[in-house]
């Protein structure tokens, strides 16, 4: 009797001791692909997040606080040589209520009329905003249809100004980004800047003067970026900055922050986890067939063949259950995707 044969009537003489073992490499695989499938989505998510709010920006002024900033300063920097455009923007967090169910969001008040320079919209459905459009807004086209939103429905937004509780805000139009700022679910409202002020910001305790978080300026293109920065650097008050841009806004960075820590610590226990139940199992299968093995070396199978025979047996029952985890742990994302959806209030799309 060859060992091959041997090894596999090893293998079938114990079904029990076989579907464990499997059962094993299922559970860890399954874990592993998991966690690693819903990391993924989420990080993926918030930074194509980012990258809709960042668009085409070559500069950006902003509050070293994260704070508003004067929103005069547009003026001021789109008069400068050397920039193609100065964008206003406003960009709090908020949420969204429809019946029992609540989203998690990012509010962007953009200038209708001089956004399209920093992000490229498409109208799918409705219209685009005008500058002097009230509780008007845009919802990205998948994310309305995720949450079942059409053109000319109430949308309920939890504002800071103008009293406590959500405001009534109609939508007027389906959009989808066409530009690099392309994004999918990600739970984006566009709506006039200068009504995103008076609902999120207010005006200046102080002064008076209207507010925004942000200017996204974008550079001519035989701009020197490090003398533009020197040029507008004079014209910025304390505690505010011009810099690059990041991969998001500093808020939607400490809003991945947590998840993202907590992430990387369940992937790294998981993967931990994993290794140790699939060594203790193979362990253990080694272990109970130690007479075996040895009544197999005393009839003469060299210390090779029996290596090469647990290595070919542990192979196969690799495959199998790395096969089968890898489906179950899809499917154990999918689950995991939608409970984090509704833990951190928030849309996160198809790991698929």
């Known amino acids: 009797m060859s060992l091959r044969r041997f090894s596999q009537r090893a ?14 490499i299922v559970i860890g695989v399954a874990a592993v692909v998991a966690v690693t499938v819903v990391t993924a989505t989420t990080r993926e998510s918030y930074q194509v997040m980012f ?6 920006t070559s500069l950006e002024v902003v509050a070293q606080n994260t704070g508003p900033i004067p929103a005069d300063l547009v003026e001021k920097i789109a008069a400068l040589e050397g920039v193609e455009g100065a964008v ?17 969001l990012q509010v962007l008040g953009i200038a209708p009329d001089t956004d399209k ?30 949450m079942d939103f059409k053109v000319g429905d109430e949308v309920r937004l939890l504002t800071n100004i103008g009293g406590l509780g959500p405001k009534n805000f109609e939508v007027v139009g389906l959009i989808t980004m066409t530009d690099g700022g392309a ?41 020197n970026l490090a003398d533009l920065q020197a040029a507008i650097g004079p014209l910025l008050p304390k505690g505010v ?15 991945l922050l947590s998840t993202e820590q907590g ?19 193979f362990l253990m299968n080694v272990g109970e067939r130690r007479r075996q093995l040895a009544i197999m070396r ?50 996160l799309p198809s790991p698929l």
């Open 117 to 146: 320079l920093v992000r490229d919209m498409e109208k799918v459905d409705g219209r685009l905003l005008k500058a002097d459009d009230g509780d008007k807004i845009l919802l990205e086209a998948e994310f309305a249809r995720y």
């Open 241 to 255: 900055e011009v810099r690059e841009p990041k991969g998001g806004s500093q808020v939607l960075e400490e809003t």
């Open 298 to 347: 005393a009839v003469g199978a060299t210390r090779d063949q029996i290596a090469g025979m647990l290595i070919g047996e542990s192979l196969i029952l690799a495959t199998i259950g790395t096969a089968i985890g890898i489906l179950v742990g899809l499917g154990i994302a999918f689950v995991l995707i939608s409970a984090l959806s509704q833990l951190l209030d928030i849309s």
């Open 11 to 24: 293998m079938f003489s114990r079904p029990g001791r076989t579907i464990l073992t499997i059962a094993s």
């Open 51 to 56: 990258a809709a709010v960042r668009g085409k």
């Open 88 to 104: 206003p923007l406003v960009q709090r967090p908020s949420s969204l209520t429809k019946g029992e169910q609540r989203v998690r």
């Open 183 to 223: 994004l999918t679910q990600t739970g984006l409202v566009f709506m006039p800047v200068k009504r995103a002020a008076m609902r999120f910001l207010g005006k200046h305790k102080v002064t008076g003067n209207d507010q925004i978080t942000s200017v996204q300026i974008v550079a001519k293109a035989n701009a």
């Open 263 to 281: 992430l990387t610590l369940t992937t790294a226990f998981t993967l931990l986890l994993s290794a140790f139940i699939i060594l203790n199992t």
